[in-house]
């Protein structure tokens, strides 16, 4: 009997240290025991790795510390004993605490410890960090997130141009078009078929970039010319938007080792943003200085401005600055992001900066100087670029002109009477003296949205009865779920099918 008893407590003192060796040997994880008032009676090596403290420091102490003081406040660690006793485990994923007072994702398990005779003695925890993990998984989901909306807002952008096109091509290919419907035609067609290219441009070369494909041609250049076939490739925008630009090129720059036409295109991308993003008649402002042994491009304006989080965003893949639905400024996302990749493969730095929304921005680009050799000559431009089918009222409201305008030629020729407004308030004011039969409505107008005005024009006595036909670059099933919820009788995307749109229009039908 005192054998069988002497060999079964060797037994169980071979088993502690068995599972003592298991234990100091999970160095990957934190593994520590508690009495049942939760303070600690041991502690492993992955938890004074994981942790900081050493089991001489921690032994003894309540294991709650490692709790965030929100989740001590609310409860968690009670919660999570309660559990243990009850169901056997507690699973405890959340953010804990470490003894320098960072936090880490833990992932593990608590389970209570019982005597041989199955009374609760206290608990064991097992846990491990999964930051790292979580960390690629919200990146993973932000990357995802931020491709889906570039693909939707891709669709967008390339209807409206296409509607554009489409309009002008069915004006200019009627017989009895003047010669003023079809040289507008033309101008509209070339007009936006240059924005489809440079659309399809940046998609390229993001993707060419992204591949090590592209292949920069350097050579000692000067700035100052550069930055001015950069201001000649982007004037039409300017000039369409009425903006003041001041160019200001300091004497004494020196040369840069550069691609000219990619550093034309950084240069381009930077005027172009500025335009989009400032509201017509702004101020734009490029300066082109030497700096600590390079050269430094700025370019500023006085438009929407950034908020703190998009200044350290706004060069990412598919950022957008202009999230709302009427997408005025329209882009891509791109465009910053070739900027960034270009200027990164000449060896230069660009950063971004903003006094908050609605005080403009200011992009800054610098390249490393080659040589102190004999200054370009200075240069200082200062300059402001400034059918048979019965007869129906029809209200088009579109804030892209070229697409209002097309459509409503269109219209007119085949004998509707057509009037035209761009934004909520002046279509408010033409349907209560035109009283439209019909109302073709794009849904992303600037301020007021299409769903919004559609919404408030059927409580105008004058437009109650109208039909509602949303014409949008937004096509997808649930967009046209909620035209249908905002009570749009039709919901056509954008390039519309203009046989298609007549047949609607005689129809008459709601």
């Known amino acids: 009997m005192v054998d069988d008893r002497a060999q079964a407590d060797e037994s169980q003192r071979e088993r502690a240290e068995l599972f003592r060796f298991i234990v100091e040997s999970a160095e990957d994880y934190a593994i520590f025991t508690t ?79 019982k005597d041989d005779a199955g009374n609760t003695r206290g608990f064991v ?11 690629a998984e919200e990146a993973r989901k932000e990357a995802d997130r931020r491709k889906d909306e570039f693909l939707a807002m891709l669709s967008h952008e390339l209807r409206n141009p296409l509607s554009a096109i489409a309009s002008a091509s069915q004006l200019s290919l009627r017989v009895d078009a003047d010669a003023e419907t079809i040289a507008w035609s033309k101008e509209v067609i070339a007009r936006q078929v240059q924005n489809l290219s440079h659309m399809i441009a940046d998609l390229l070369d993001i993707s060419r970039i992204n591949r090590g494909k592209i292949h920069l041609k350097k050579e000692p250049t000067h700035v100052g010319p550069v930055v001015t076939r950069a201001v000649e490739a982007s004037a039409p925008l300017i000039q369409e938007k009425n903006h003041e630009l001041n160019v200001s090129i300091s004497t004494g ?14 240069i381009t991308n930077l005027l172009v943003n500025a335009a ?23 370019v500023k304006d006085n438009g929407i401005g950034l908020s703190p989080e998009m200044l350290t965003e706004v060069f990412e893949m598919f950022s957008q600055v202009d999230k709302s639905l009427d997408r005025t400024r329209g882009g891509l996302g791109i465009g910053l992001s070739v900027v960034k990749k270009l200027v990164e493969m000449h060896g230069g730095t660009v950063w971004a900066s903003s006094e908050g929304l609605g005080k403009g921005s200011e992009f800054a680009v610098r390249l490393p100087a ?39 030629r269109l219209l007119r020729l085949v ?78 995307a954008k390039p519309v099918d203009f046989d298609a749109l007549i047949e609607l229009i005689s129809s008459g039908r709601h």
Do not use: C
């Open 35 to 113: 009495d049942i008032e939760r303070r600690v009676t041991s502690w492993n090596v992955g938890a004074e790795r994981l942790m900081g403290w050493s089991e001489a420091e921690f032994t003894g102490q309540s294991a709650d510390v490692i709790f965030t003081p929100e989740d001590r406040e609310a409860g968690q660690a009670d919660k999570e004993a309660n559990k243990a006793l009850a169901q056997g485990r507690a699973d405890n994923l959340r953010w804990h605490m470490k003894k320098d007072g960072s936090r880490f994702w833990g992932d593990g398990v608590m389970r209570p410890l």
């Open 370 to 408: 080659i040589t102190e050799s004999k200054p370009s000559k200075g240069e200082r431009n200062r300059s402001t670029l400034n059918s048979g089918s019965p007869s129906r009222r029809i209200l088009v409201v579109d804030d892209n002109v070229d697409s209002a305008i097309g459509l409503a």
């Open 125 to 135: 925890k097992i846990f491990r960090d999964r930051t790292a993990e979580l960390q």
């Open 415 to 492: 004998g509707h009477e057509v009037e035209i407004a761009h934004e909520g308030t002046a279509a408010i004011e033409i349907a209560d003296v035109f009283r439209p039969e019909m109302v073709l409505l794009d849904i992303g107008l600037p301020g007021m949205s299409g769903y919004d005005l559609a919404s408030e024009l059927r409580t105008h006595e004058s437009s109650r009865e109208s039909v509602f036909i949303a014409v949008s670059g937004y096509g997808q099933e649930q967009d046209r779920e909620r035209s249908r919820i905002a009570g749009f009788d039709h919901h056509l």
């Open 253 to 266: 720059l020196s040369r840069v080792n550069a691609d000219p036409t990619r550093l034309e295109q950084i």
């Open 276 to 298: 989009k993003y400032s509201d017509p008649g702004g101020t734009i402002i490029v300066t082109a200085q030497p700096e600590d042994g390079g050269v430094v491009i700025k």
